[in-house]
């Protein structure tokens, strides 16, 4: 038996639970996804492509994410899409100013499928720094922890592995009146199947900070109901903390290097996954009743060194001023 397999290059498919009201097909196997009930399908978060639960598991295969063939079923499916309200009414009275706005311009027709952003590189100018993410691993426990337990015993538990459903990790920044240009919401990793102990090994993700009150949320999500089964909560003065700390460790010769600028490679920390959250950020997140797990990262916060140690220093960004502070 021979199993076909996509090419080394491409990357898996970032599916995510969907329902679908308008028709809609399975690019495998071309089956009928509308069907009127809510979460009849999956659609990939990077090439648009729809799949099946049933091929959720062969898709990659199938129809590699950024290949040509992804591309031409995306389109496709397109076709068959019902505008959105904004779209429409783009389409019937298309925006006619800024600059080049002559007779015609502003409008296109509306389509089903959304342009993919402009990959953009996060530059340390905009911001305080850049933060750097790589999701290792997570363990979902069987049962939930109080929020209050000994962090040793909460790094130190485990889970029955197989069979423990499947998740991906989301990455979200709280997007203020201070958010970057160019400053991307969230990033997600792939999807580990039938394991309550999920092996992720991402490529580093990294984000703009815009200032030293930004804060970033690592969701472990269940993948088949779309629903967080435990919140993590990175902060920037945390981070910084950490740098400093392991810094002063290394000696006064480390110290000095990392305030000219020369930061230590990333720290490899667990961090609780909390239950019952909200929001997700600022107090919320501790107010969580219970710990469902841990999530392991690499993560380091990349300081632009500009900010206090320059001929000519920048202003340090403002907070948003939206919550608690210290």
């Known amino acids: 038996v021979v199993v076909s397999r996509p090419p080394a290059s491409a990357d898996p498919h970032l599916l995510r639970v969907r329902s679908f009201w308008t028709p809609a097909w399975c690019s495998v196997c071309d089956r009928l996804l509308t069907t009127g009930f809510p979460r009849t399908g999956f659609e990939c978060e990077a090439c648009g492509i729809r799949c099946c639960p049933d091929c959720r598991v062969r898709v990659d295969a199938a129809v590699p994410c950024g290949s040509e063939r992804a591309r031409e079923v995306a389109e496709e499916a397109g076709r068959y899409a019902v505008p959105s309200l904004g779209q429409v009414a783009a389409y019937l ?74 998740h991906y990790v989301r990455i979200s920044s709280r997007r203020g009146r201070s958010a970057a240009a160019g ?55 945390g981070l910084l903390h950490g740098q400093r ?39 919320d997140y501790y107010a969580s009743p219970g710990t469902s797990g841990w999530v392991e990262v690499d993560v380091r916060l990349l300081e632009d060194a500009s900010l206090f140690w320059s001929a000519s220093p920048r202003r340090c960004p403002p907070r948003d001023g939206e919550d608690f502070d210290v």
Do not use: W
């Open 93 to 166: 009275a298309p925006y006619q100013g800024g600059e080049g706005g002559g007779e015609g311009t502003g409008g296109t027709e509306p389509t089903g499928v959304a342009p993919a952003p402009a990959p953009t590189t996060p530059t340390a100018g905009s911001g305080i720094g850049t933060l750097e993410v790589s999701v290792r691993s997570a363990c979902i426990f069987d049962e939930t922890v109080p929020s209050d337990a000994e962090p040793e015993s909460v790094f130190g538990r485990t889970s029955r592995g197989a069979g423990g459903g499947d």
């Open 245 to 283: 700390d392991a810094m002063l460790a290394g000696g006064p010769v480390r110290l000095l290097l990392g305030l000219l600028g020369s930061t230590p490679g990333p720290r490899r920390v667990r961090l609780e996954l909390r239950t019952g959250v909200r929001t997700g950020f600022g107090l």
């Open 183 to 237: 400053e991307v919401a969230s990033r997600r990793t792939k999807t580990v199947m039938q394991t309550s102990r999920p092996v992720f090994n991402t490529e580093r993700m990294a984000f703009v900070v815009p200032h030293y009150g930004a804060e970033y949320k690592l969701e472990v999500v269940d993948a088949d109901t779309d629903s967080p089964v435990g919140t993590a909560l990175l902060s920037a003065q």
